[in-house]
């Protein structure tokens, strides 16, 4: 494979920023480097003998036993007929398959977004052929502090309506960050991204959770201009107070800075956010955990939270029940009203004993109605110790940060 090198530029010649500008970095100028570099490479997707290329190394990989791959950005791959992107998928597909048994397929992953785009760029019967090759869909939410931008549960609602549509329904996989944005920690703040990994559990299907971000690990940074590097959450992950944070040996230089707070923000001492992050997987993975009667069949927690949205009943609203005010405050529950979710993702403690106050954000009444906070609500999972194992709800008390998971009773 040819890849083309480019000659750097002088400060006064200027340069185009990288093509997939990354929406989180505006205002942080793209500098060109002074030395030679390797350019933007475009391959001819409709090629042949690329698709062969292409074959050989998935091959490669398949060989090797891993369980799949997941293809980004499909919307960026250059084609001469936006047609051949559903060709290709289905060539990819039937490798998958060729290396698949009768109890372990394959995996094909992709991204909403880019699933999205290809739909308004292709014909809809040929799109319409892509949804059956695909087995995980890559789901991100955008949640930041302090009510800015609580419109979760619009993202969620609209992202299982797109893909509702289709007769095979893939596998949600959903996130609050990974690879190509900054971190959660920088968004909502360290003491509050527990709480959105809470968030993630609760919906259905599975989450992925960047590493770090269950320590609150933070962007890398400058430590001369304090700007966050372009790729700072790629930060060295943070393992102990020892130098380098025991990431790397003594000698050796990592390829970004440590975040000056790996001192007291590392893996040895947020061991207890680690066992909580252990509990909540737990909590997400097991049907025998915390079950529950409802009627004749009896089932867990996170499965009739799942489930219940996935396949609803005939007279159940396809959507969750959503709350949010710009104080920070988060809850969902499910259609019948016996699990809730809670998290206040502002800077102030939050109660619930005089009503739901917020001076710029409106209550909704018909969520937190007086019946509703009266009910009794057994604590199934908590970020913080506050909390009783039961509590009424309206004797309930949120820290800043905190997320509850919990039952009420019938």
Not at 224 to 232: S, V
Not at 372 to 380: A, C, D, F, P
Request: hydrophobic content about 40%; glycine content about 8%; overall charge negative.
């Amino acid at each position: 494979m040819q890849i083309i090198y480019t000659e750097g530029q002088n400060d006064n010649l200027g340069e185009e920023p990288p093509l997939e500008n990354n929406p989180d970095y505006l205002g942080r100028t793209w500098t060109p480097p002074h030395r030679t570099f390797g350019n933007h490479l475009f391959l001819n997707w409709s090629n042949p003998l690329l698709q062969l290329e292409m074959r050989s190394i998935l091959e490669l990989w398949l060989s090797q036993g891993i369980d799949g791959f997941y293809m980004k950005h499909l919307e960026n791959l250059h084609v001469s007929d936006t047609d051949h992107i559903a060709q290709i998928l289905h060539q990819w597909r039937q490798i998958l398959d060729s290396y698949s048994t009768n109890s372990t397929r394959k995996l094909l992953m992709v991204s909403h977004d880019s699933i999205k785009h290809l739909q308004y760029i292709m014909d809809p019967l040929t799109f319409m052929a892509i949804p059956p090759f695909i087995d995980m869909v890559d789901a991100s939410l955008n949640l930041k502090s302090n009510g800015t931008n609580f419109g979760v549960g619009e993202e969620v609602a609209e992202i299982r309506k797109f893909w509702s549509q289709f007769p095979f329904l893939p596998s949600i996989v959903w996130h609050l960050g990974g690879v190509e944005t900054l971190r959660l920690n920088g968004r909502i703040g360290g003491d509050s991204n527990m709480a959105g990994l809470f968030l993630l559990s609760i919906l259905p299907g599975s989450f992925s959770a960047f590493y770090g971000d269950e320590i609150g690990l933070q962007d890398s940074i400058d430590l001369t201009t304090l700007e966050t590097y372009r790729g700072g959450q790629l930060a060295p992950m943070q393992w102990t107070t020892g130098l380098q944070a025991n990431f790397t040996p003594e000698e050796s230089t990592p390829w970004l800075p440590l975040h000056p707070n790996y001192i007291t923000r590392n893996v040895a001492s947020k061991s207890g956010q680690l066992r909580l992050f252990k509990k909540l997987i737990q909590l997400k993975r097991s049907e025998e955990f915390f079950s529950a009667e409802y009627g004749s069949t009896r089932t867990s927690l996170m499965h009739t939270l799942a489930v219940r949205f996935s396949v609803p009943f005939e007279d159940e609203p396809l959507d969750y029940e959503w709350y949010y005010n710009q104080c920070g405050l988060l809850a969902a529950r499910t259609v019948l009203g016996d699990v809730l979710f809670v998290a206040n993702f502002g800077t102030d403690s939050m109660g619930f004993k005089d009503g739901i106050k917020c001076q710029d954000g409106e209550s909704k009444a018909d969520f937190f109605t007086t019946e509703y906070m009266k009910k009794q609500m057994e604590i199934v999972l908590t970020t913080k110790n506050s909390q009783k194992d039961q509590e009424i709800f309206q004797d309930l008390v949120l820290e800043a940060g905190e997320a509850v998971i919990g039952r009420f009773f019938t």
